[in-house]
Structure formats: C-alpha cells, structure tokens
C-alpha cells in the first residue's frame, strides 16, 4: 500500500541555518503530496503542497518539489529561525478511488537553537 | 481560511469512564471528518472515518465499541471514548477535507487544535 518515509529526528540547527528534511513516498499512480508542520501544543498546519510531478510547494520560506523520478518531496528553508522550531510531518494523499484519506510519514522534530 | 474547531482541547478524566469530544467544521460543510490518535514523538494514526448520515469506517485493529464516532450534520462529529482507562490516554486530532470551491480548497484537508485525553 501507499507509504510515507520521512528522515528520523530530532534535527537541531542554529538560527539561519539551510534546513533539508527528506521525504519519500510509495504510491501508485499520481498522489499529491504535502507537508504539515505541528506547533508545540497545536494541531496540524498545512505548510504546503504539490499535486503533480514538477511542481513546487512554497510557503513562508518552505519549498519543495515534486520529483516523481526519485518519488520525493524534501523539504527545504535557506535560513530558519528559531520560530520554525516543530514537528514536519511530510503526507500523501492517493489519486485512487475516492477517498480523502492522508498517509503520514513518522514526523521530524525540528529544534532551532538562537 | 476554513476552521475547524475541536472541544475540549485537554480533558482529564477517572477510569471508567466515557469522554465526548467535538468537532466542528465552522465555516463549510464536511460530509466526511477523520478521527486520529497521535502517540508522543509518533505519527498520526487514521482511527475512523467520519460519514455524515451514515457509519463510520473504522481502521484495522481499532475498536469500534470502544471509540463511538456519531457524524449527525454536516458541521458536527462526535468521538466518544468509552470506558476510558490509561491505555486511552492520547492526542486526538480530527480533520475535515474541502470539499466545494476552489481546487486550493478541495484538496487539502484542515485539522483541529487536539484534544488531550488523560485518563487517571
């Protein structure tokens, strides 16, 4: 069935510091894709997201593409803060049948230190 | 942007007993909601979907006696924990899809804030 496999954490940076979270699904056909990130005490947020190979999800700094080649989704930020500090939960969600059903990957704990 | 509003955020509750959590799709409608259980530093695990009108479907291996789910309108569904005991103790998160409009609305879906059980 559809998978999610995202990098285990805790991933720990300094304030403006290049981010990457990696991310790789196992789907048929054509799933969209996306991140959600998790504040300390609140629910899930949808960062952004990519419904076909190629494109580019980009929010607040965030990007990442679609790369059906490699069947990833990695996120990226060129310089985080500590305000980025969370939990990125990287999704799927499949182009079969009719549900609305995510897949989610295990979540990366992101720690920006000042 | 679309809400959803889940109550109550934190509940603590005896043994034995059974716990209504709420959530509310405030400004669209959702004929389907989804029930997760997040355990600490886990992912999130797809209890049951939420059918307006109709029964929920329920995943693999979770108990459908022990997590009542009730989808009576199309801004409303209920999961109740019943017979709470510590093993129960979790963060709930409920979701609802877009489902009119826009293609940016249709296809993403907007989580509650959590509702965090614990059961003494």
């Known amino acids: 069935g559809d998978s999610v496999t995202q990098m285990e954490g805790p991933v720990t940076l300094s304030e403006e510091a290049f981010l990457t979270i990696n991310c790789t699904y196992t789907?048929?056909?054509?799933?969209?894709l996306f991140w959600y990130v998790q504040y300390p005490g609140e629910g899930l947020q949808l960062l952004l997201k990519?419904?076909?190979?190629?494109d580019k999800g980009s929010n607040k700094g965030f990007e990442a593409t679609y790369r059906k080649e490699t069947t990833s989704f990695h996120l990226e930020k060129g310089s985080v803060q500590v305000s980025d500090s969370a939990v990125y939960f990287c999704?799927?969600?499949?182009?079969?049948?009719?549900?609305?059903?995510?897949?989610f990957g295990t979540g990366t704990l992101l720690a920006v230190q000042p | 942007g679309a809400v959803v509003s889940q109550h109550p955020s934190w509940v603590i509750c005896k043994s034995g007993t059974s716990v209504k959590i709420e959530c509310r799709s405030l400004?669209?409608?959702?004929?389907?909601m989804f029930w997760y259980r997040q355990f600490p530093k886990q992912s999130l695990m797809l209890m049951a979907t939420?059918?307006?009108?109709?029964?929920?479907?329920?995943e693999q291996g979770v108990e459908k006696d022990k997590f009542l789910i009730n989808h009576a309108s199309l801004t409303l569904s209920t999961l109740t924990v019943t017979s709470a005991h510590p093993e129960d103790s979790s963060f709930y998160i409920c979701?609802?899809?877009?489902?009119?409009?826009?293609?940016?609305?249709?296809?993403?879906?907007?989580f509650g804030a959590g509702t965090r059980l614990s059961v003494l």
């Open positions: 990519a419904t076909k190979a190629d």
């Open positions: 979701s609802a899809p877009g489902t009119s409009g826009t293609e940016g609305f249709k296809n993403i879906q907007y």
């Open positions: 400004d669209f409608q959702a004929t389907t």
């Open positions: 999704a799927l969600k499949g182009s079969r049948g009719a549900t609305n059903k995510l897949i």
């Open positions: 789907a048929t056909g054509y799933p969209s």
């Open positions: 939420s059918n307006e009108g109709s029964k929920a479907t329920y």
